[in-house]
């Protein structure tokens, strides 16, 4: 038998002792924490802020010397430094680590500014002059007026488009369905009409072609950038620090409301966030109803005997069971068998082209909802236990039934419990990535699940996500420089996301139990 003095230490010293690790251990998994979301934060904000431009030159360890306008990742503990740069064999950037040695001189280049293209890829270098048809040369002053007359031009060549040439392409298709012959009159004129706006279309075009910008590296090659290619010249190099600030509140506009682009390493993430918050509230609708309904079974009405026991336990251990699992699940029921059962009873005019035996944002909502119901069942059965047993007697002496007392008395004052259900399953279903990956979530999809096409809301159509975003984008894209940059970007929105639905529904909760738990 072991005394009090065992090892030395008596029972105060070893409670003492005790608490002491408790503490140790607590503050390192803090610090480690607090160290993670630092990281995420600096490396995240890095994307938006704007790195000044070096004209850097050297000699490469095989003798060939060399001259570039370059961004810097200079990094104090490695031995290499990092360019991200333009030249005439790479215009629109290349990135590469040259040891310090390599390097001469590293320059800030005042004239030369980030070019960037409305398909995300930048090139830096030095602006000329802007040549523009009919006119001499302009200088770099007037690029906002000629961007504006470039859109324009793109606007009504997009009106063309879509607003008579489409139309025309869909009649004459038409057409063809019903073996119109080509010299039918009807036809002829609407062929006429076509290639009518088609040399329209293409006269813009070749006007639009003419207006462009010429710069010229550090070398001083020349190059020829289309002034239809480009979103936006930021002299970054001569910013002030507020110019900078505005720089970068104007990219994270841009990241919040633009595409991926250049295989998700510039852009935006857009669509990556609207799946991701319809995925969450899709589960949300389908796995609250569900988990109260559940615990409300189990609290309320199933009896006290070994079966309901084990159904407890179960319940419980479905919430350790690995979310990849619920994927497999996913694809194999929700997918092939229930979707490929809806598929021949309503669609079995496109099969065997599957509409809903695909993965989709609906199978990706089911499949979080069935990962996230344990959560939801325990939390709202122990908000029903604590409910006070002299209540639900009072309403019965009252003449209420069991379904009014748990309608009228018992819910709402275990709304807090079913609120805290529902923010865990939040927070869990948003940062999945695994089973989304089999049952929805794409790196790329060409449209959202939501448009102006009837029925509006496409729960068959698969949808981005920001954790399948980061995942390409950690394996995918290049570990230096501004490139993984855009991946700690999207954690650090995700983490945003989910910090933002929690406390919406932190905040209901508040209001809930403020109403019904106020005395």
Not at 101 to 129: C, F, H, M, Q, W
Not at 475 to 480: A, E, L
Request: net charge negative; charged share 15%; proline share 5%.
């Amino acid at each position: 038998m072991v005394n009090r003095t065992t090892f030395g230490l008596s029972a105060v010293q070893r409670q003492s002792l005790v608490i002491s690790l408790t503490a140790f251990f607590t503050s390192l998994l803090l610090i480690a924490l607090v160290s993670v979301l630092i990281l995420i934060s600096f490396r995240g904000t890095a994307y938006f802020w704007p790195e000044p431009i070096y004209t850097v030159t050297g000699t490469h360890q095989d003798g060939t010397r060399f001259s570039v306008l370059a961004n810097l990742f200079d990094e104090s503990t490695n031995e290499d430094v990092t360019l991200k740069f333009s030249d005439a064999q790479h215009p629109y950037g290349f990135q590469i680590q040259l040891s310090r040695e390599e390097i001469e001189t590293s320059l800030l280049a005042n004239e030369s500014a980030e070019i960037k293209l409305l398909d995300g890829r930048r090139v830096l270098a030095i602006p000329e002059y802007i040549v523009v048809p009919s006119k001499p040369p302009q200088p770099l002053g007037n690029i906002d007026i000629v961007l504006e007359e470039v859109a324009q031009i793109s606007a009504q060549i997009e009106d063309l488009n879509t607003q008579h040439l489409a139309p025309i392409h869909e009649a004459l298709s038409q057409f063809d369905k019903r073996n119109v012959v080509a010299d039918a009159p009807a036809r002829e004129r609407l062929v006429a009409s076509f290639d009518e706006y088609q040399k329209r279309v293409e006269a813009l075009e070749a006007t639009r072609a003419e207006y462009t910008l010429l710069v010229s590296f550090a070398d001083g090659t020349p190059f020829v950038i289309p002034i239809s290619s480009i979103q936006d010249v930021d002299f970054v190099s001569r910013l002030s620090t507020w110019e900078k600030w505005q720089v970068a509140f104007s990219e994270i506009g841009v990241f919040l409301t633009d595409s991926p682009k250049q295989a998700n390493t510039s852009g935006g993430v857009f669509p990556a966030l609207f799946g991701t918050v319809l995925m969450v509230f899709l589960m949300t609708i389908i796995v609250t109803p569900f988990g109260v309904l559940a615990a409300i079974y189990l609290s309320e009405y199933a009896p006290n005997t070994a079966l309901t026991t084990i159904i407890r336990v179960s319940v419980s251990n479905m919430a350790g069971v690995p979310s990849i699992v619920y994927g497999v699940f996913g694809l194999g029921f929700f997918v092939y068998t229930l979707g490929g059962s809806i598929d021949e009873l309503l669609f079995s005019e496109t099969l065997p082209a599957p509409t809903m035996g695909s993965p989709g944002v609906f199978w990706a909502a089911l499949t979080m909802a069935i990962l996230t119901l344990p959560v939801v069942i325990v939390a709202t059965e122990e908000g029903l236990r604590r409910v006070p047993e002299g209540l639900k007697a009072g309403s019965y002496a009252l003449g209420a039934t069991k379904i009014e007392t748990i309608v009228r008395t018992v819910l709402p004052i275990a709304s807090p419990g079913i609120m805290t259900g529902v923010i865990l399953a939040i927070a869990r279903a948003a940062g999945e990535v695994a089973p989304l990956m089999l049952v929805g979530a794409v790196k790329f999809a060409p449209t959202l699940p939501i448009d102006g096409e009837f029925p509006y809301l496409h729960l068959d159509r698969q949808f981005m996500h920001l954790g399948v975003l980061i995942y390409d984008g950690a394996f995918h894209s290049q570990t230096d420089g501004k490139s993984a940059s855009m991946m700690f970007a999207a954690c650090l929105l995700l983490l945003v996301v989910v910090f933002v639905l929690n406390i919406l529904a932190v905040v209901l909760r508040a209001r809930l139990r403020k109403r019904y738990l106020k005395g």
